[in-house]
């Protein structure tokens, strides 16, 4: 009898099919109407009020008319992580005020990128990419089959700790919010994964997609540019005094 790791003989707990359809129309509900706030960040307040409302209402009708259900079809429910990073922009994007056009420009994207130091992106990306190859059976042992266990539970609650830990010794007051909110976020994952199952029943899905995963590449190649710029604009400075 060949022996089995402990995660590998747990029972896996699958959503029921209410909360996975409920889960998959408010995620991608969220999902959109981030980006159609991302979209239209050039004009006013109003318009992306309405077009976002609009948005996220279609998304939440259960039938096939609505957005949430063709995209379900194709890549299932968005990371709960995901979902609560989007519903974070979506909220700071529909409470910029009206009389400056540019607000979502000069707050809340900064804030967004601000979120994303590499110390955060590392992990998400190392992550990622350890998930991915694991589908082609390249480690001794399988770790996806790990995120139905309440190990994975336990590691995302000490990740969700370190980061505020982390936040605890920031000297920066920015750095100090996006902390803390990214580990709320993930709390508050932890707790509806655990609730509802949501979005499979795995951990590692509720934590990680692959929209995330493709973002953190991207914002880990602007922020590795960003800093090589400033660090040679730093340096003809320094050579012109």
Same mark, same amino acid.
């Given at each position: 009898?060949?022996?089995?790791?402990?995660?590998?003989?747990?029972?896996?707990?699958?959503?029921?099919?209410?909360?996975?359809?409920?889960?998959?129309?408010?995620?991608?509900?969220?999902?959109?109407?981030?980006?159609?706030?991302?979209?239209?960040?050039?004009?006013s307040i109003?318009?992306?009020?309405?077009?976002?409302?609009?948005?996220?209402?279609?998304?939440?009708?259960?039938?096939?008319?609505?957005?949430?259900?063709?995209?379900?079809?194709?890549?299932?429910?968005?990371?709960?992580? *995901?979902?609560?990073? /989007?519903? %974070?922009? !979506?909220?700071?994007?529909?409470?910029? +005020?009206? &009389? $400056?056009?540019?607000?979502?420009?000069?707050?809340?994207?900064?804030?967004?990128?601000?979120?994303?130091?590499?110390?955060?992106?590392?992990?998400?990306?190392?992550?990622?990419?350890?998930?991915?190859l694991d589908?082609?059976?390249?480690?001794?042992?399988?770790?996806?089959?790990?995120?139905?266990?309440?190990?994975?539970?336990?590691?995302? *609650?000490?990740?969700? /700790?370190? %980061?505020? !830990?982390?936040?605890?010794?920031?000297? +920066?007051? &920015? $750095?100090?919010?996006?902390?803390?909110?990214?580990?709320?976020?993930?709390?508050?994952?932890?707790?509806?994964?655990?609730?509802?199952?949501?979005?499979?029943?795995?951990?590692?899905?509720?934590?990680?997609?692959?929209?995330?995963?493709?973002?953190?590449?991207?914002?880990?190649?602007?922020?590795?540019?960003?800093?090589?710029?400033?660090?040679?604009?730093?340096?003809?400075v320094i050579?012109?005094?």
């Open positions: 009898m060949m022996m089995l790791w402990p995660w590998e003989a747990s029972a896996a707990i699958t959503p029921s099919l209410f909360a996975l359809s409920v889960g998959m129309h408010v995620g991608w509900a969220l999902v959109l109407g981030a980006i159609s706030v991302c979209l239209l960040q050039a004009f109003k318009l992306r009020r309405a077009v976002a409302v609009t948005v996220v209402l279609l998304c939440l009708i259960p039938n096939a008319w609505s957005p949430s259900w063709w995209l379900g079809l194709a890549f299932q429910t968005p990371s709960l992580i *995901l979902q609560g990073l /989007c519903g %974070l922009y !979506l909220y700071r994007g529909l409470q910029a +005020h009206s &009389a $400056s056009l540019t607000a979502l420009d000069d707050s809340t994207v900064s804030q967004i990128k601000l979120r994303w130091p590499l110390g955060l992106l590392l992990p998400a990306i190392i992550a990622g990419w350890i998930l991915a589908t082609f059976a390249l480690f001794g042992i399988s770790f996806y089959p790990i995120g139905f266990t309440p190990y994975a539970v336990l590691a995302a *609650l000490f990740f969700a /700790c370190l %980061l505020q !830990l982390i936040s605890a010794r920031s000297g +920066h007051a &920015a $750095s100090t919010r996006y902390y803390r909110e990214l580990a709320v976020i993930i709390l508050l994952a932890i707790v509806v994964h655990m609730l509802f199952r949501l979005p499979t029943g795995n951990m590692w899905d509720a934590l990680i997609d692959p929209w995330l995963w493709m973002m953190a590449h991207g914002f880990a190649a602007s922020t590795l540019i960003q800093s090589l710029r400033a660090h040679h604009k730093r340096g003809k050579d012109r005094s």
